[in-house]
């Protein structure tokens, strides 16, 4: 492997919306003649968790402070893995079973950097932004899911 | 006096409310204000250590409120 | 984490075409009701390589082998990271800058799964699956290009 | 008695055919077919230890080849 050139500077693009995501958009906002690798998440709904059959889940945010976070992990990445190219996009409201609910891309010239990034992206995204979701049971009952198992 | 706190998820349940005005006097820390909503209608279901935020960033318990700050209540993110 | 239910059986699903690779498509045939996340991954042609700008690239196979290869390694995926479904598409002909020439997309109930199924795929398929590629560049000249540098 | 060959990519170009006839007699070793591919014209141009394919599988050196086995050269890959 030889030396690439610099890395454009590239400003994170990350979105709070209601609609269902497009992949392909995302993809599209990250890709570019420099990128040699695009690595990408989606996030869906699945329709068992902890062994409960799942009718939807809602998902509500802190919006401005989630976007914040969000924009962070997004430079945090692009500072870890010089050149990467980094858009993230959360849905909000009610979504079904198989919807996705996150997606990330991460464009670099080399796919290790671009799927590290990725990683990086969503690991942290999932203990930092304040983002909160409701599941819906088959028995009619509801939960505010918390990951770590928090007294509430 | 007191302060607007934002409440989301199962802390918006908790307190029946989307803002809870907290009976504190500002100046004051993160940790006065969290002992004050303990006292308040729901203040029970908070747990021990609950994160805060303070003008949409984490906030330690020791820091300082001033009026005018935004102060949130962020129950156990799940976001993903 | 709960024990989730024993993953359903997928046959995995590789290709190789010539015309442009459709990712939505690729995401839709891993996607299920039991899947929470999705990783993928999209090779595109550089602009530049080893420091020369490059107009394309002509991909050649030895399509069988090639095809029995990627099914290969996408049960490896699969008996490595139990109940991962991988979809393979490699793109043959020749492509310009920006286009991609291949696609890979890992299913699972949980990301960890779903994102190092995805990282074995693209390494694996790297070093054996039987595929060349062509550099055209700026100055009109081509070469077959050696990712190891192996003297030819 | 010759055994046809399967070319691609550089190895194409190095013996200018996409399949050559190889003069060795089977059965035989996947090495002997590589030492007589080397005294054809472009022969020279093979790496010291390229990779061969019996049947659409890796094969080593020492592997057996039979009358109607199908044999390929394989350059080093470059996919992805």
Known sequence: MTALPPPLPFEPAV??????IDLAQLIASVSHASVGAIASFLGTVRELNDGRSV?????????????????????????????????????????????????????HARRAPAADAMRLVIEQLKVRVPIWKREHYTDGEWTWVDPMGTPR | MSLPVLLFASYADAFGARTVQVPVVAPC????????????PGGDRLPDKP????????????????????IALIPPVAGG
């Open chain 1, 15 to 20: 979105a709070l919306i209601t609609e269902p």
């Open chain 2, 29 to 40: 820390t993160v940790a006065d204000v969290v002992m004050a909503m303990r006292l308040l």
């Open chain 2, 51 to 70: 994160l805060v935020a303070l003008n949409q960033a984490y906030a330690k318990m020791t820091a300082a409120v001033n009026t005018g700050d935004e």
């Open chain 1, 55 to 107: 009718t939807g889940i809602d998902y509500e945010a802190y919006e401005p402070m989630a976007h914040r976070e969000m924009l962070a992990i997004a430079r945090e990445a692009g500072q870890q893995f010089s050149g990467v190219r980094v858009s993230i996009v959360h849905r909000l409201g009610t979504l079904t079973v198989s919807e996705a609910s996150v997606a990330i891309a991460c464009a």
